[in-house]
């Protein structure tokens, strides 16, 4: 199995400098050649090209993993897709996590590696293309070498496990064919990819690459490392966003052995929310960790709220609902199929409902961090964050410095969920340093993180659906509301709804008279990206309510999933692409069939299910629970997935099992409250993430094999897990929840 190399970008590019003779293969930005250069790196022929693949003379393969990590896959996933089209043995196979890639380009930045954002779901259809193309180049000049020493021409060679074999049977190892490699003239046209026939590492299970050094603790997260010299940085955040400071009172805190500086932060002006100073803040700085905290317990301040300070989390939830049951135009109609209005005059029976979610933090296990070293001509961080591009611009804008003298490490991270695409945290960092004049390493406390976070936004449905005489849906009306996580992010306002709802969310397509309306909660309340976003609010809503109509109709939940889908087809979806119903369809029926759900109506458990479609995949949840008296059981939860073809299965069950698992913790218990402005919840005591025995003792995996270009995964399966759930537990209990947290609304209503 492929091991890791510990080493920083800048070490893998010395390393590789050093290498003599290596074969090093990149691949240019988006909007440069398509095709990539192979060069050999010395000390001043590194030109710009992201060295994703290196052959050195002992036939060693060293392959960077560009995308940041953090528990997704994508350090395994990417590099397997080079060292397939390039033949490497993988037990030779060094995985090597890039750094931020930037150079300068007449003052802006050139991308050197491309695509570097983690947590999209698109890391791997990103790189499905040009990561192949450069193993593909890779292994072809490595043909066209091992022809000129074996006098055979290159069409009649093959490659296999690091090795170059001949008809007759010879054999040169990769490292062996180096020197005449990068000699090789450049083909006029890039070389093409394999057919899939010939794949021996996609779509074959194997480890995380990182897997052995994460279980015995030698990984290193940017929070285990520090400079030398630094000095440590802990922040008393305002309780408020909107916060001022009235008073304050240093001395105590300045008291305290090893304590050095306290500064004051403030956001600045007109700046999108994650690119600046999240809130008003004092920060301590100390030479320890201890004697950092300990001063900022001493500090005396008197805040003073802003505009937030009146919000309650009661008078926002009564403003969704009031908005969802007025008659006024929706701040967006996102979709108007057909004429809901005349064909629901003549339906035979109307169902309405409504579901109220929370507001949610993103409760990262490692809270945000950043180590900062600012020199007269360069910047040198250690950032936990999926989107290292995004936090170059903040240290640019900051620092005024060249885009190549800003280097941004990037280890594996702890979580991200969405929350580190935001880069407020190294705004904070960045200011410290620069008011210190030394390295500064930045921690947030868990309260910090709870308190002060871009939380996913509460919100209400209301869901009208009309029936005909044969039991098919003629209309289906949805109203949302919820405060949007694109406001005061530069978003026209036209377009603050994408964060919220899709164009094409089930069941459009599907219901000739559709109409999805959203509308704007206004909030003051910080908002930003979350894992899941927006589907998996919009699903609960949806696959519920799904099944209530079912059970209004005293039918069977699967049979009104799969006749609302239909027969085998291909409807085109808003925006581009199709929305296959055989794939959907086939999705929910693997999972009823694997929980046995032909006994839904005599089980003594409860069984629920829910399905849904994004981004070209398929997602379908089944889930068995059990009541114990108020103690609810989640029995078993089987989850089938469709994400074309796979790149590492194993991977794949992991990303499954993992965001099915978030999503249960997320239905059960968790809420962010707020009381005159103010987060209620400190820790993991206020907001309790599952226990081991509230989840199953695991969640069973299908994977459906298929042979289209691979989709993302890292939330896939978070939409229908929660829906598939209240589900079970109205089948179990006869009780409807339509409220998250589950367990305190089923435990009110039982």
């Known amino acids: 199995m492929s091991g890791l190399l510990r080493l920083s970008r800048r070490r893998f590019l010395q390393v590789l400098a050093s290498a003599t003779g290596a074969l090093v293969v990149g691949v240019r930005e988006a909007g440069a050649a398509d095709l990539p250069v192979p060069l050999q790196l010395s000390d001043n022929t590194f030109r710009g090209l992201g060295p994703y693949v290196s052959i050195d003379a002992n036939g060693t393969v060293l392959i960077g993993a560009r995308d940041p990590e953090s528990g997704t896959g994508v350090g395994t996933a990417l590099p397997r897709i080079i060292a397939d089209e390039l033949d490497a043995d993988w037990s030779r196979v060094s995985v090597v996590p890039l750094g931020l890639g930037v150079e300068d380009d007449n003052g802006r930045p050139r991308w050197t590696y491309g695509h570097q954002t983690g947590g999209l779901g698109d890391s791997i259809p990103a790189a499905w293309r040009d990561l192949r193309q450069a193993g593909a180049l890779a292994r072809w000049l490595l043909l066209q070498a091992a022809a000129r020493q074996l006098g055979v021409p290159a069409a009649q060679l093959r490659c296999d496990k690091g090795t170059v074999i001949a008809p007759d049977g010879r054999k040169l190892g990769y490292g062996g064919l180096i020197a005449d490699a990068v000699s090789v003239a450049m083909p006029a046209t890039p070389p093409a990819p394999k057919t899939p026939d010939r794949y021996t590492l996609i779509g074959q299970p194997a480890g995380d690459a990182e897997a052995r050094a994460v279980v015995t603790g030698q990984t290193a997260f940017a929070a285990d490392s520090q400079f030398n010299d630094g000095l440590i940085a802990v922040l008393a955040h305002s309780p408020w966003q909107d916060g001022r400071l009235e008073r304050i009172d240093t001395s105590a805190a300045l008291a305290v052995k090893g304590v050095v500086k306290v500064v004051q932060l403030k956001p600045e002006a007109d700046l999108p929310p994650g690119q600046t100073v999240i809130a008003p803040a004092v920060a301590v700085l100390a030479d320890s960790t201890w004697a950092a905290l300990q001063g900022r317990k001493l500090l005396k301040l008197e805040w003073k709220p802003g505009a937030s300070g009146s919000e309650n989390s009661a008078q926002l939830e009564q403003q969704a609902l009031a908005l969802v049951d007025s008659e006024s135009a929706p701040t967006t109609r996102v979709r108007d199929d057909g004429d809901i209005v005349a064909i629901g005059r003549r339906a035979a029976r109307r169902l309405e409902a409504s579901y109220v979610q929370p507001w949610l933090a993103h409760a990262t296990p490692e809270p945000m961090n950043c180590q900062v070293r600012l020199d007269k001509d360069k910047a040198t961080l250690i950032v936990p964050t999926q989107a290292p591009q995004r936090a170059w611009s903040v240290v640019q804008r900051l620092t005024g410095l060249k885009p190549a003298q800003i280097d941004i490490q990037v280890p594996r991270t702890g979580g991200g969920y969405g929350r580190r695409l935001d880069h407020d945290y190294v705004a904070e960092a960045v200011l410290l340093a620069q008011a210190v004049n030394k390295p500064v390493k930045l921690l947030w406390t868990r309260e910090n993180d709870l308190q002060r976070d871009f939380y996913s936004s509460g919100c209400v449905h209301k869901i009208s659906v009309t029936v005909d005489h044969k039991r098919q849906i003629m209309t289906w009306q949805q109203r949302m509301a919820s405060a949007s996580a694109l406001t005061h992010r530069g978003t026209p306002d036209d377009q603050l709804w994408t964060s919220e709802t899709t164009i094409n969310q089930l069941p459009a397509g ?63 979806l808003r925006g581009g692409g199709m929305l296959d ?11 009823s069939d694997r929980i046995e759900w032909k006994n839904w109506l005599h089980s003594v458990n409860g069984l629920g299910a829910a399905c849904w479609h994004f981004n070209g995949a398929y997602v379908a949840h089944a889930v068995e629970a059990a009541m114990q008296g108020e103690r609810l059981i989640i029995q078993r939860v089987v989850c089938a997935v469709d994400v074309g073809r796979v790149i590492n299965p194993l991977g794949l069950e992991g990303q499954v099992a993992g965001a099915t698992l978030d999503a249960l913790s997320n239905a059960l218990n968790l809420a962010i409250t707020f009381k005159d402005g103010q987060v209620q919840q400190h820790d993991f005591k206020d907001y309790p993430l599952a226990s081991m025995l509230q989840l199953p003792d695991a969640v069973e995996v299908i994977t459906v094999p298929g042979d289209g270009d691979p989709a993302g995964a890292s939330f896939l399966a978070m939409p229908t897990a929660a829906p598939a759930l209240a589900n079970a537990v109205f089948r179990a209990s006869a009780v409807r929840v339509r409220r998250l947290p589950l367990m305190k609304e089923l435990l009110r209503l039982l």
Not at 512 to 531: E, F, K, L, V
Request: glycine share 4%.
């Open 581 to 591: 119903t055989a794939r959907l369809a086939q999705v929910l029926r693997l999972v």
């Open 510 to 572: 599907l219901v000739p008279n559709y109409r999805n309306d959203w509308y704007a909660m206004q909030s003051a309340i910080p908002r930003g990206p979350a894992r899941g976003m927006p589907d998996t609010c919009n699903a609960f809503a949806v696959e519920s309510f799904v099944d209530e109509l079912a059970h209004s109709m005293k039918e069977d939940p699967l049979d009104t999933r799969l006749r609302l889908i239909g027969p085998p087809r291909q409807i085109p």
